[in-house]
Nanobody, 124 residues
């Protein structure tokens, strides 16, 4: 079992920045690929970014490329999502997820464990 707890969400103006954190506990964190997904009411949960177990490989949704950066610190069992140049359309609940895969996967079904989510609201 892996427990995931997100933090760092909040209200920010368009053009601003936020950094989300996801702290993991339980089984060995470093063997898991980690992903960030987001969801708005009435829509499917969508992929945002992912990182492999070592941090050497990442993947991003086209909508966030060049603005968001995913990173991890295996010594701290934490994954981060640095979000810059935020837009109102980035408003969503953001979830982190862990999956036993060697690649930074984009599919929700790859991930076994999920956090409870943190709200990000970007005002125009």
């Amino acid at each position: 079992q892996v427990q995931l707890v997100e933090s760092g969400g909040g209200l920010v103006q368009a053009g601003g920045s936020l950094r989300l954190s996801c702290a993991a506990s339980g089984r060995t964190f470093s063997i898991y690929a980690m992903g960030w997904f987001r969801q708005v009411p009435g829509k499917e949960r969508e992929f945002v970014a992912a990182i492999n177990w070592s941090g050497g490989s990442t993947n991003y949704a086209d909508s966030v490329k060049g603005r968001f950066t995913i990173s991890r610190d295996n010594a701290k069992n934490t994954v981060y999502l640095q979000m810059n140049s935020l837009k109102p359309e980035d408003t969503a609940v953001y979830y982190c997820a862990a999956g036993r895969t060697n690649v930074p996967a984009t599919e929700k079904g790859t991930y076994e464990y999920w956090g409870q989510g943190t709200q990000v609201t970007v005002s125009s």
